[in-house]
Nanobody, 124 residues
Framework: VQLQASGGGLVQTGGSLTLSCAASGHTFGDNGMAWSRQAPGKEREFVASIGRNDRSTTYYADSVKGRFTISRDNARNTMYLHMNTLKSEDTAVYYC?????????????????WGQGTLVTVSS
């Protein structure tokens, strides 16, 4: 599956932003999906994930729980990350990933396809 993240940009602290991930090349509904991020000088980290269906169980990193919402629209082959109350520590390149097999939904190793990232910069 090919993935393309978009929607990044510059936003002020406390603001909101929505990222999109467009998928192609495979049946979108066969894949669990996830967002990860990598801040400058830091390792990539798990952000959120969602099961194969539009109403699947969702998972969040503690650092974003209550502020970010992951969703998907299988009819549009698209996944979203709605980000609210953004903080400077949310500044990172955000990547979307897909997994077709088994494995934990909170482990990045379970996701075998990753797209190009989109940069989110949160400034005061």
């Amino acid at each position: 599956v090919q993935l393309q993240a978009s929607g990044g940009g510059l936003v002020q602290t406390g603001g909101s932003l929505t990222l999109s991930c467009a998928a192609s090349g495979h049946t979108f509904g066969d894949n669990g999906m996830a967002w990860s991020r990598q801040a400058p000088g830091k390792e990539r980290e798990f952000v959120a994930s969602i099961g194969r269906n539009d109403r699947s169980t969702t998972y969040y990193a503690d650092s974003v729980k209550g502020r970010f919402t992951i969703s998907r629209d299988n009819a549009r082959n698209t996944m979203y990350l709605h980000m609210n109350t953004l903080k400077s520590e949310d500044t990172a390149v955000y990547y979307c990933g897909a997994k077709s097999g088994h494995g934990s939904y909170i482990s990045l190793d379970s996701f075998n396809s990753w797209g190009q990232g989109t940069l989110v910069t949160v400034s005061s």
